[in-house]
DNA sequence: TTAATTAATGTTGTCGACAATTTAGGCCTA
DNA sequence: TAGGCCTAAATTGTCGACAACATTAATTAA
């Protein structure tokens, strides 16, 4: 359940790394409520550290936009409303069409045929659970699709930044619903369009694929 | 020269802020070079400040994608290469693009008739001085546009994020050059496309306008 | 009673010192 | 001389304490 989308293995962790990994967990799953102040103090001796590595952490979330600081007040963790998820779909719809463009310019063969082969392990899934597909099996489509955009910056921003406050939309709202198979086939012709290299199709398609995914959210919230 | 973007009014600074700002500067402007390594203790005794702000600054920069930090190593200046350049101009062709697009939909007729009168003034100085535009005019003309796309999380992200990062390439790889006049009919293009509110349109037009910008920069370059 | 001012409390901002890790240099060995 | 090992210096990571600020409670005046 809890795939690991932290940077590759590289260097050593610090306890400032290990403590921004616990609170942005508790954070995307809600068990620090949205909108609710995060005294430094008090996760100080929560987390069995000092206030400065705290501090840290409270810097780093605020880089995700998961949590917002005001100067002498301190932090909150961002309240979810409906306007704030239109305004992250859209900079998905933005972003992640480029992706889906850059994805198709620049990914290799080896890829895309790694990219079929989830495919199909979806459509088992989908077949037989039904329901286990959206969460991990989506995340991880849109994944791939990114890392495939070869631009460092852009996967950075969407990896480290934007997608954090994308699953905790999604966790804390509870999807799920009947999209399963139709995104499927969505993830289907995105692929198609990437195998022919066809860069304004994939583009088109993905942005088609995450408004129509917006708008089944904003009806739950309506 | 120094136009302010910093964030509204608000609240008080705090000498993490000043400092922030003095390093960001002299990154943007070159005065710490870049790629190279920024020392803790340095930079303290340089601007007068204990570490704690100067690391809290340094992880601030990190945001922006102008330094890179490694755990027990430091933080560095980002290098400018054209690999680089170019992933930030998709970045930009990306958001900017949408940006353009929620303008289109979102500005008010005040705002619009604002965007109309900036362009008289521009007109004005082109004829006149011929060089001035670019740097300050272009900026402030694209400035206007992000802010009216209404978004708040996309205006943060190229505002506080991403924006900066242009103006370092721009100021350390010396723009200018024949582009003025183009620019400005393009300018003009995208502000008739806001006004009559086709979106569509105006996302066009300024993904093609960042476009071609990158390409006048990517030449000289090469 | 209410409003404003002031005192008290708690939180964040900043600092200097110590611990852990990396890096540089010298030393020894083959 | 080249290479690796070990020691020493420097840098980053972490900590606890103090200062500055914001919030709350108490007090006083109208």
Redo the contacts with the bound molecule.
Sequence with gaps: MTLNYTKPIE??I????KTLLSIRYAIVEGDIASGS??????LSTKY??????I??SINRLETCHLVE???????RVVSLTPDGLIELYQIRESLEGMAARLAAKNMTSEEIAELNQLLETHAEKVKQEGSYYQEAGDVDFHYRIILGCKNKQLISLLVDGIYHLVRMYRVQLGMSGPRITTAFDEHKSIVRAIENKDEELAEMLMRRHITYSKNNIANKLA
């Design positions: 260097q050593a610090t306890s400032s790394d102040k995060l005294s430094e103090t008090e069995g550290v000092s206030r400065a590595v501090r840290e600081r005001k100067a002498n007040v301190g932090a």
